[in-house]
Each structure stands twice: as structure tokens, then as C-alpha cells.
T-cell receptor, first 114, second 113 residues
Framework: DSGVTQTPKHLITATGQRVTLRCSPRSGDLSVYWYQQSLDQGLQFLIQYYNGEERAKGNILERFSAQQFPDLHSELNLSSLELGDSALYFC?????????????FGPGTRLTVL | AQTVTQSQPEMSVQEAETVTLSCTYDTSENNYYLFWYKQPPSRQMILVIRQEAYKQQNATENRFSVNFQKAAKSFSLKISDSQLGDTAMYFCAFPGGSEKLVFGKGTKLTVNP
């Protein structure tokens, strides 16, 4: 158990819908990262937050947004869903912004768009 | 842009034997870290080992060790005395600007009894 929790574990929805994925980082970790894992694209970085502020953006679609709340939990919002958004979405956390820090991954949310 | 390449999509090894997974990367940075993550069938991402580029000594964690060749930008993972529980996808990862991780496509390792 990494100490990072993600809810829900599975999500099945229809095209055009909007969903919210939730992540609680390890106690004390200030950085939260979101990654998308799909068969064709592999593991791709989406976005990073540090202590409530957006710190880095990857290949995140405009239909996707995220935020980190004062209690440090984070939410990833996916809207106008398309079939291609079906993937495993990971949240990871680390203590700080430094690249030597291990990132601790949550169990992921499996999103299926029908 | 930083890239990470794993040239072996799939590998298999017999239990108790040794296997080496390859990884090459591209960066213009001089001081950085490299990681190997394991993803078993449960899908959980687990850190296997970490290497600091400025250290000459290769990192070792029990049965796992790396062969780090900085000039060649090569970072291979050696698993000794392979166990059935080592069956998993293995990803090489590198901090690609800011603090995000850039992952290779992965190597699917199967340990056969």
C-alpha cells in the first residue's frame, strides 16, 4: 500500500459525459501528479500540483482540468468524454518538487467510456 | 525533449535465472535521477530501484541491480534469482523537465516455473 488513495476504482460512463476522479496523497506529500495509461500512448504525464498551485502541464486535453484543494487532495475532471479517453488514470504524490523524490502511485481509476 | 526507450517489448525467464532489461534515454542534463518501476497484474506502480546520475556506483536493491552507463545514456535493470512474483511490466522512467516522469513503453517480463 503506497498510502495514496484514488476513488473510484472503476468508472463506466457514456460518451459526452463528465466525470471526476479523486486522489488523496500520502500524508505530508505536497506534490500531486496525474498520469494517463492507455494501450496506445503508454504512461503519459497530465498535470502536476504543488501545495495547491499548478506547477507543470503535460499533454492534457482542454476537456480535462484538475485542481488541488487546501487539504491537498486533488481532483481530475474529464468532460465531453470520448471513446479514446478510456484508460487507467493514476495519481502519484511526492514530498516535494525535487526530481530525486520517489513518486508514490495510487491504485488507479479505470475509466471506460462506452 | 527527454525520451526514454525500452527496446524489449516482452521477455521471459526461468525461475531462479537472471534477466536484464534494457533502457536508453536522451537528455542534455548532467545531474538527474533514473527509476525503474514495476507494474504487476494488480496494476499498482511500484518503485523497484533508483539511480543518481552523479554517483559512479550502480544502485542495488536485494535481487535488483542496475548497470548505469552515463556516457552511453543506458540504464539497464538486472534481476537475479528471478521469482514468479517478478512477473510484471517494468518501466524505466526519467524526470523529463520540471518534476514529471517520462516513462518508456515498458517491458513485459514473464517468469516461468
Amino acid at each position: 500500500d503506497s498510502g495514496v488513495t484514488q476513488t473510484p476504482k472503476h468508472l463506466i460512463t457514456a460518451t459526452g459525459q463528465r466525470v471526476t476522479l479523486r486522489c488523496s496523497p500520502r500524508s505530508g506529500d505536497l506534490s500531486v501528479y496525474w498520469y494517463q495509461q492507455s494501450l496506445d500512448q503508454g504512461l503519459q504525464f497530465l498535470i502536476q500540483y504543488y501545495n495547491g498551485e499548478e506547477r507543470a502541464k503535460g499533454n492534457i486535453l482542454e476537456r480535462f482540468s484538475a485542481q488541488q484543494f487546501p487539504d491537498l487532495h486533488s481532483e481530475l475532471n474529464l468532460s465531453s468524454l470520448e471513446l479514446g479517453d478510456s484508460a487507467l488514470y493514476f495519481c502519484a504524490s511526492s514530498p516535494s518538487i525535487y526530481s530525486y523524490n520517489e513518486q508514490f502511485f495510487g491504485p488507479g481509476t479505470r475509466l471506460t467510456v462506452l | 525533449a527527454q525520451t526514454v526507450t525500452q527496446s524489449q517489448p516482452e521477455m521471459s525467464v526461468q525461475e531462479a535465472e537472471t534477466v536484464t532489461l534494457s533502457c536508453t534515454y536522451d537528455t542534455s542534463e548532467n545531474n538527474y535521477y533514473l527509476f525503474w518501476y514495476k507494474q504487476p497484474p494488480s496494476r499498482q506502480m511500484i518503485l523497484v530501484i533508483r539511480q543518481e546520475a552523479y554517483k559512479q556506483q550502480n544502485a542495488t536493491e536485494n535481487r535488483f541491480s542496475v548497470n548505469f552507463q552515463k556516457a552511453a545514456k543506458s540504464f539497464s535493470l538486472k534481476i537475479s534469482d528471478s521469482q514468479l512474483g517478478d512477473t510484471a511490466m517494468y518501466f524505466c522512467a526519467f524526470p523529463g523537465g520540471s518534476e514529471k516522469l517520462v516513462f518508456g513503453k515498458g517491458t513485459k517480463l514473464t517468469v516461468n516455473p
